[in-house]
């Protein structure tokens, strides 16, 4: 049992760490279809707790070189569940200045050097006897009984009504919708806000050796509106009306071919598939008035459908060219 204990919370983290990042690429269904695995997942690390205490308090007893290391991880995990629980039910979404979904993120992050370090310090040989019919068995139990934790919960959510039960599908909650003042300005992880002088500022599209400029006052001469949800990772969303102008609208007539780059003035840049060009609008009003510096001023794209990592700030440039829209890191690292 001790193996089997050791075995499945490895997948089990895997897992939950995977369909994690599933759930933030995607702001539709495939994000709820990858949060049923993730919260699962973790009432199963969660029910596996009697026995791994039982291991942990035996090697704890031994005194093995780096033991306190497997107690920090252990702290790391916990808070990570419990910033999970707490978020999804609603009952703490905020821990000082951060939202609980960060510090549910940010605990998990933290925790990986840990893991490799445990799991290697600590490893275990993984025999054939592993996928025992006993095995099986044992897993399916698991799998049940964290099934079951998950639905209750859910179940339990919404009958105390919770806030937790006024989520969107991503896990998101509803923050300052047709309020443009209330929408919270936020930053995937480094940018700081630039201040752009909208006489000399051009935004620049190249199509192969094709260039073309458009200045602010060109593009505010567009009214192309969509209403949409931006849908940020740090746990909240809001809904608001744009405008600007299709994106497909300032290509060059017949433009069928290759992926759009679309860059900021910071360097933070997003690629997208050229089919996507009419449902992209490159925004220069928020609620009918031009955007403020924090969201983006002069433009900024709106991407609906998609998260809000998506929604590049400070668009500077776009690019047409022969990379597939998949070349590019799923997350941004700035
Ligand atoms: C939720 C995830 C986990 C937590 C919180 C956790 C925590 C701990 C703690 C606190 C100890 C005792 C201190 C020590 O010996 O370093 C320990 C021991 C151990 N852990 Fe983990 N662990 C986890 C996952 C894993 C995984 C995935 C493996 C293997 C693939 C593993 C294998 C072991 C082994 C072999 C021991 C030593 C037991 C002994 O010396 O008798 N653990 N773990
Ligand atoms: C090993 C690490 C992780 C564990 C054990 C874990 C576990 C959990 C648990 C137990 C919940 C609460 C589920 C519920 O009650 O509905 C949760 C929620 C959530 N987790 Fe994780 N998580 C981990 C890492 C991550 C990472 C890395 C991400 C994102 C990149 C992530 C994204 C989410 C999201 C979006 C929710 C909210 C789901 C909702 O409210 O419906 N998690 N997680
Ligand atoms: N240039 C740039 N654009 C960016 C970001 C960034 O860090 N840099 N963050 C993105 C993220 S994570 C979100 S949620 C939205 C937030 O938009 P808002 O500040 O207008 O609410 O902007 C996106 N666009
Ligand atoms: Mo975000």
Redesign the pocket.
């Given at each position: 049992m001790k193996r089997w204990t050791?075995?499945a919370?490895?997948v089990l983290?895997g897992l939950a760490f995977t369909t994690g990042w599933v759930a933030f690429f995607y702001s539709t269904a495939p994000s709820r279809a990858s949060l049923i695995v993730h919260a699962v997942s973790g009432y199963g690390?969660i029910a596996l707790t009697p026995w791994?205490t039982v291991?942990?308090t035996?090697?704890?007893r031994?005194r093995?070189p780096?033991?306190w290391a497997?107690?920090v991880?252990?702290l790391l995990?916990a808070a990570s569940v419990l910033a999970g629980i707490l978020h999804s039910t609603g009952l703490l979404v905020t821990v000082g200045p951060f939202s609980a979904m960060e510090v549910h993120v940010g605990a998990a992050l933290v925790a990986i050097p840990f893991a490799a370090w445990?799991?290697i310090a600590?490893?275990?040989p993984v025999r054939t006897v592993d996928l025992s019919r006993r095995s099986l068995l044992r897993a399916s139990a698991l799998v049940a009984t964290a099934g079951l934790a998950y639905s209750t919960g859910e179940v339990a959510v919404r009958l105390l009504r919770l806030p937790g039960s006024r989520r969107r599908l991503t896990g998101s909650y509803a923050y300052g919708s047709f309020q443009p003042a209330q929408l919270p300005v936020t930053q995937w992880l480094f940018d700081t806000v630039p201040s752009l002088d909208p006489a000399t500022w051009r935004l620049t599209v190249q199509v192969g050796t094709t260039m073309r400029q458009w200045t602010y006052d060109d593009l505010l001469g567009f009214d192309d509106r969509v209403r949409a949800t931006l849908d940020c990772t740090g746990g909240f969303y809001s809904t608001q009306d744009w405008s600007g102008v299709w994106l497909s609208r300032l290509l060059p007539p017949g433009t069928v071919e290759g992926s759009l780059h679309v860059r900021s003035f910071t360097g933070y840049d997003r690629r997208f598939a050229i089919e996507e060009a009419g449902r992209l609008l490159v925004a220069t009003r928020l609620g009918g008035a031009p955007l403020d510096p924090g969201h983006g001023f002069p433009v900024r794209l709106v991407a609906p459908d998609r998260r809000g990592y998506w929604w590049v700030k400070w668009v500077t440039t776009i690019v047409i060219d022969d990379l597939p829209d998949w070349w590019q890191l799923p997350f941004p690292l700035q």
């Open positions: 050791n075995l919370l490895f983290l690390i791994k291991i942990a035996r090697g704890i031994r093995r780096g033991w497997s107690l991880f252990t995990v445990h799991v600590r490893r275990i």
